[in-house]
């Protein structure tokens, strides 16, 4: 789960920042930084979800 978030959040900036090289059109670079962002932010979900999951409060970690 935590290598899936790393590759949505890898992904997201490689289309955003690809958006730039890829079009002169300012039309087409703003859907592919509108969908590198989206991306992005859907890894960063990923990852604190997978996080949430694993804490440490919830096993009784070290703290207890």
Request: avoid cysteine.
């Amino acid at each position: 789960m935590q290598v899936l978030a790393l590759l949505l959040l890898v992904g997201g900036w490689m289309i955003a920042v690809g958006g730039l090289v890829a079009s002169d059109a300012v039309a087409v670079r703003l859907i592919l930084a509108s969908l590198g962002l989206a991306t992005s932010l859907g890894g960063i979900a990923t990852l604190t979800s997978a996080y949430i999951q694993n804490a440490s409060w919830k096993k009784g970690g070290a703290w207890r």
